[in-house]
């Protein structure tokens, strides 16, 4: 995933348009990542609404922006500590939300931690995040971040949602 945060930052490629399907792009995001870290579980904690999530963008970059978000829970949670992901849509919105069980955010580094190249974890490249954030941007979304009371991080995805017309 390392080398796909370096090549999207660097390439800067225009999105493909299209109507997503969010459950889906969030369902394959996890199968990917659980195949990179089987040890921590996520499927068990997916909570998705019956009803459709769709919006208007790139599927593949929303995939990568979930599978980002995936990824950096593991890495900050404790061993074998499951990763929650939520997603529901509010009036004109879908929120997308990825707690972990880790230590939480540092009060401070809330926006530091998506500018490029940052990072506290030794080896890391510091792009995750923020080609998290730009994906959000080009989709005239947002992400927010927050430390839960009990511990954890939790990050949230905002999308715009795509409305179906009923037939008259």
Do not use: C
């Amino acid at each position: 995933m390392t080398s796909d945060n370096l090549s999207f930052f660097t390439q800067r490629k225009r999105p493909q348009w299209e109507i997503v399907d969010i459950k889906a792009s969030i369902t394959e995001a996890a199968i990917d990542v659980q195949a990179i870290a089987p040890s921590n579980p996520i499927d068990g904690l997916l909570e998705l609404p019956a009803s459709e999530l769709l919006t208007f963008g790139d599927a593949n970059w929303l995939r990568m922006a979930v599978s980002n978000l995936l990824l950096n829970a593991i890495e900050h949670s404790p061993s074998s500590a499951g990763i929650a992901v939520k997603a529901k849509k509010l009036n004109q919105t879908i929120e997308i939300q990825v707690s972990d069980q880790g230590p939480g955010i540092v009060p401070g580094i809330e926006y530091k931690i998506f500018k490029p190249f940052y990072t506290t974890r030794p080896g890391a490249t510091g792009l995750g995040l923020a080609n998290v954030r730009m994906v959000m941007e080009k989709h005239g979304g947002g992400i927010r971040v927050g430390s839960h009371p009990e511990g954890g991080a939790a990050f949230t995805l905002i999308l715009q949602a795509l409305q179906r017309q009923k037939a008259a």
